[in-house]
């Protein structure tokens, strides 16, 4: 059975400052996506992380991806307010017959001015 | 092109009662996934179809709970009848390949008094 970590499930911040969250998985995966939530809204898709090594980036945000340690990261540059919100890693199965995704608990984030 | 498209986005009903939610994919999508988000269990895959077809159901909680595809842009999700653990927020994905992005509805939140 897949299981997805994520670490910290909360963190408190300051604007300007850098962070990293991180998301392990239990078994191989082809695929691994990363979702931004806000309160009472639907998730927004931010990267797609494919390959060994795949690095993605956009504005300060930068997802990696390390198949062999079975591990994503999601690092924060400079943060600002606006990043407040709960990120979701979520991974799929390479098994034939499994399509959907298994999430990882969420972190919660909270940027202080 | 509108998005995934779910009705209702709120739906209050009584223990005992029938629920029927909906969800229209972004048009081209193969795939369509249907979630549940809640406090206690995170983000759940319930189903999902594959053209139309359901491929994996291992993740309906019980026969309460079916799901129908009967067309390539349209597809329901009931529960019949209803408990007040089901109350939950019902999200309903699709994505155009397996391993690309999977976009994101705004959700049903169903309570169940």
């Known amino acids: 059975e897949l299981k997805v970590e994520q670490n910290p499930l909360f963190l408190s911040m300051q604007e300007g400052k850098n962070y990293t969250i991180y998301c392990n998985y239990s078994t191989t995966s082809d695929r691994l996506y990363w979702y931004r939530q806000d309160p009472g809204k639907s998730l927004e898709s931010l990267f797609v992380?494919?390959?060994?090594?795949a690095v993605k980036q956009e504005g300060r945000l930068m997802a990696s991806l390390d198949t062999k340690a079975r591990l994503s990261t999601l690092h924060i540059t400079a943060a600002v307010h606006d990043l407040s919100a709960t990120y979701f890693c979520a991974v799929g199965s390479s098994g034939g017959g499994a399509d959907g995704l298994t999430f990882g608990k969420g972190t919660h984030l909270i940027i202080q001015p | 092109d509108a998005g995934v498209i779910q009705s209702p986005r709120h739906e209050v009903t009584e223990m005992g009662q029938e629920v029927t939610l909906r969800c229209k994919p972004i048009?081209?999508?193969?795939?369509l996934f249907w979630y549940r988000q809640t406090m206690m269990r995170g983000l759940e895959l319930l189903i999902y179809f594959n053209n139309n077809v359901p491929i994996d159901d291992s993740g309906m909680p019980e026969d309460r709970f079916s799901a129908k595809m009967p067309n390539a842009s349209f597809s329901t999700l009931k529960i019949q009848p209803s408990e007040p653990r089901d109350s939950a927020v019902y999200f309903c994905?699709?994505?155009?390949?397996?391993?690309?992005?999977?976009?994101f509805g705004p959700g049903t939140r169903l309570l169940v008094l």
């Open positions: 048009s081209g999508h193969d795939y």
């Open positions: 992380l494919l390959s060994n090594g």
């Open positions: 994905a699709s994505s155009f390949r397996r391993a690309e992005t999977q976009y």
